[in-house]
């Protein structure tokens, strides 16, 4: 079955590199989309097709793929990329389908 | 700038159904999808269903049989109806566009413009 699957936390210094993975099998050939979700607010698409940046989201933020597992790196992070990420992509019937969701915290 | 708003009751009996329309604005194009999703209380982002600018709907499988999108086209409005609630169905209801990106014939879709989102507590 099409899962997609995140570690539950990741934590970072400011400044440093963070990376978060999403490993699903549909990853191989579906494209990957993250979202940042801040505390409180709605949800935003800040990587579409795997790696592409929509406008208005920092540089920091870029995407990566490899085989089953898509990657979202913040480089230089900065306090206020605290928040919960997701990716999404598509089940087996081409629905969409999100992951459980990572927490970053900035130390 | 398109924005989305949703709006509807907070609160909701056991059994009864909950109703949710969203707003959009900002922008005169009618060839969009849209799409409804929850979040319960401290959990992950659930997909709950879409509907096409013609009037073609899709649904999660959890819920198909207690799920209507429509579609209100005369006034750029679309709806959430969701039968039968329990309190497993309170959680935040987010109104959502969906775009389509493709490779290679097949078509992921993303969620690129939101609501603010709505609280929904099923609770007698």
């Known amino acids: 079955s099409y899962e997609l699957t995140q570690p539950p936390s990741v934590s970072v210094s400011p400044g440093q590199t963070a990376r978060i993975t999403c490993s699903g099998d549909?990853?191989?050939?579906?494209?990957g989309y993250w979202y940042q979700q801040k505390s409180g607010q709605a949800p935003v698409l800040v990587i579409y097709?795997?790696?592409e940046r929509p406008s208005g989201i920092p540089e920091r933020f870029s995407g990566s793929t490899s085989g089953t597992t898509v990657t979202l790196t913040i480089s230089g992070v900065q306090a206020e990329d605290e928040a919960d990420y997701y990716c999404?992509?598509?089940?087996?019937?081409?629905?969409?389908?999100f992951g459980g969701g990572t927490k970053l915290t900035v130390l | 700038q398109m924005q989305l708003q949703e709006s509807g009751p907070g609160l909701v009996k056991p059994s009864e159904t909950l109703s949710l329309t969203c707003s959009v604005s900002?922008?005169?194009?009618?060839?969009?999808?849209w799409s409804w999703l929850r979040q319960p209380p401290g959990k992950g982002l659930e997909w709950v269903g879409y509907?096409?600018?013609?009037?073609?709907?899709n649904y999660n499988p959890s819920f198909k049989s207690r799920v209507t999108i429509s579609l209100h086209t005369s006034n750029k409005q679309f709806s959430l109806s969701l039968g039968s609630v329990t309190a497993a169905d309170t959680a935040i209801y987010y109104c959502?566009?969906?775009?389509?990106?493709?490779?290679?014939?097949?078509?992921?879709?993303?969620?690129?413009?939101w609501g603010q989102g709505t609280m929904v507590t099923v609770s007698s």
């Open positions: 959502a566009r969906l775009v389509g990106y493709c490779s290679t014939g097949i078509c992921v879709d993303a969620f690129d413009i």
């Open positions: 900002g922008d005169s194009s009618n060839t969009y999808y």
């Open positions: 509907i096409d600018y013609r009037g073609s709907t």
């Open positions: 549909g990853l191989a050939k579906l494209y």
């Open positions: 097709k795997d790696t």
């Open positions: 999404q992509s598509a089940d087996n019937n081409g629905s969409p389908l």
